[in-house]
């Protein structure tokens, strides 16, 4: 007997959420339940250092045929949990959403149904937004940056839950970008695209796995992995500062000839020469980020280790 592939699988990344696991396994099934559609949920544990790992097998025995476990050896980060559940997910349709209940699972209906409509990726906006002020403000500004400078539309991008068609997840799966932005990249496959609005609840427990640095160095992959406008920017700025110094040794040279030498305005030379070091500082770094990805990209490691992935007999689905 085969066993059928279901039509929807849950990809949810998991690190150090024991105090959330059990309220979300209640409420995620229970909400799937009611949609009475084939579904299996894959957890992907990225190298939690508390109970996680435990509870989600605890959950894996409860519920062998719908749930599906993926445990890495170490923390990968959340985009290639992600990524990993990705691959592991069988479903027609996909769903991702963050473990910590800020995506309600009572929502995954209406990503459903959009996609049974047959759009290929269901975005989401967060109607308002339960988090801290300056993350707000935040991702309001790298949303403008990224709307101004990379060819991605998408209305709110820091919402994980989100519906992906078949054919999207494929194209991801092909993806060997190291470092990227799942919700940024699909939307760029997407032919079919769509977005609703969707609640948004504050963290149900636990603390934000996100420091600020951890959060820039994510908004970069968004800005710097999907656009080259900021290079090109930089190359602008050089070619303007470097015609506005040639008039200006035209004309010191010239002041030199007819008036003589002169000391004065040091200062603000040194104004000048600081800010224009600035600028290169700037720059190196600039081009240091892009040097990075593709040296990330080159030395190909894998992009994630896997220890174990807990499933029902494969043997049967093959058959
Ligand atoms: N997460 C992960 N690996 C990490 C950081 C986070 O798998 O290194 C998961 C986390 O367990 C949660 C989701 O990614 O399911 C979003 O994390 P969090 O809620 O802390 O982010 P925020 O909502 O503050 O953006
Ligand atoms: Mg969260």
Known sequence: MARPVPKLSIV??????????????????????????????????DGSRDRSAALLREQFARRPRETRVVL??????????????LAHARGEYVV???????NPPEEIGRILAKLEEGYDYVGTIRMQRQDRLWRRAFSRAINRLREWITPVRITDQGCMMRGYSRSIVEALNQTREVNTFIPALASLYAMRPVEIPIAHEERFAGASKYSMYSLI????????????????????????????SAVLVVYLA????????????????????????????????????YVGRIYAQVRERPRYIIQAVLEADAGDERA
């Open 12 to 45: 949810i990344p998991v690190y150090n959420e024991e105090s959330v696991l059990p309220t979300l396994f209640a409420r995620l099934y229970a909400a799937l339940d009611a949609l009475a559609v084939s579904y299996e949920c894959v957890f992907v544990n």
């Open 217 to 244: 160095r994510l908004n970069f992959d968004l800005i710097t992995g999907f656009s080259l406008v900021p290079l090109q920017f930089f190359s602008m700025v050089g070619m303007a500062i470097s015609l506005l």
């Open 72 to 85: 890495f050896h170490a923390n990968f980060g959340q985009h290639s949990a992600v990524m990993a559940g």
């Open 254 to 289: 010239l002041q030199r000839l007819f008036f003589g030498p002169q000391v004065q305005g040091v200062f603000t030379l040194f104004g000048i020469l600081f800010f224009l070091v600035g600028i290169a500082l700037f720059g190196i770094g600039l081009l240091g980020e």
């Open 96 to 102: 991702t959403l963050d473990a910590d209940l800020q």
